[in-house]
Nanobody, 133 residues
Framework: QLQLVESGGGLVQPGGSLRLSCAASGFTMDYYAIGWFRQAPGKEREGVSVISRTTGDTYYTESVKGRFIISKDDTNNTVYLQMNNLKPEDTGVYYC??????????????????????????WGQGTQVTVTV
């Protein structure tokens, strides 16, 4: 069974850090772009960051640039999202996504209105991140 499993979410104070992990099972991430999306209560799911497994190219949404770092561990078939200097507006459920096309996944992540989420090859179940005092 092909699936993505996220972990590492939790409750943290503003200014704190968390590292999310996305592990694949049932398939290899070698030829997939991997992205992180998040969804706050009452809001649309939005793209956060994407990485190309083949070239290492990355994308970050403007609000997380300089604070979040996406990286890949080829030996463990895992992608990470290091989140530093967290803010309350970073709160939400964080989803891992995989798609054969880095360009397509980056384009979807960059969409501000009605992103075509259904076209993404695989989604994880999500992990909750809560940033609060």
């Amino acid at each position: 069974q092909l699936q993505l499993v996220e972990s590492g979410g939790g409750l943290v104070q503003p200014g704190g850090s968390l590292r999310l992990s996305c592990a694949a099972s049932g398939f290899t991430m070698d030829y997939y772009a991997i992205g992180w999306f998040r969804q706050a209560p009452g809001k649309e799911r939005e793209g956060v960051s994407v990485i190309s497994r083949t070239t290492g190219d990355t994308y970050y949404t403007e609000s997380v640039k300089g604070r979040f770092i996406i990286s890949k561990d080829d030996t463990n078939n895992t992608v990470y999202l290091q989140m530093n200097n967290l803010k309350p507006e970073d709160t939400g459920v964080y989803y891992c996504a995989a798609d054969r096309s880095f360009f397509a996944l980056r384009t979807i992540a960059d969409m501000k209105f009605a992103p075509d989420l259904a076209s993404v090859d695989y989604w994880g179940q999500g992990t909750q991140v809560t940033v609060t005092v």
